[in-house]
């Protein structure tokens, strides 16, 4: 296993992990401990699987969501902000990842059709 597929285990758990403690927040208890724990599972799987991107985009989901409701509805609903910003986040993740997905296999596909152009015999 290589250092950069460890790196996105460990920001997978970091980032799921307190997604999922700031959602837990929200149901008392013990929900805390048992969203981040499910947070935690979700992120490992998904940095083995080398989401980085979609990691990023949670992240800067939960900030932006969390520093808006500061913001807007004051320190005590930054966990309801953090959490909804992070739920879009990662839509918007797997949205913008899709897309980019699409553009470079459109560029890759223009390529090879023009180095077949190229390669065939002139007329």
Do not use: C, H
Request: proline residues 2%; charged residues 10%; hydrophobic residues 55%.
């Amino acid at each position: 296993m290589n250092a950069g597929k460890i790196f996105d285990m460990v920001f997978g758990v970091a980032v799921m992990g307190t997604v999922g403690a700031l959602i837990g927040l929200l149901m008392g208890g013990q929900g805390p401990m048992i969203a981040a724990a499910m947070g935690m599972a979700l992120g490992l799987v998904v940095g083995l699987f080398g989401g980085r991107r979609f990691l990023v985009s949670i992240l800067v989901g939960t900030v932006l969501g969390g520093a808006l409701a500061w913001l807007l509805a004051g320190p005590d609903r930054i966990s309801y902000g953090a959490g909804a910003g992070a739920a879009m986040g990662g839509f918007l993740g797997v949205q913008i990842s899709m897309l980019l997905d699409m553009r470079k296999e459109r560029k890759q596909a223009g390529a090879a059709a023009a180095e077949a152009n190229s390669a065939s015999p002139g007329e």
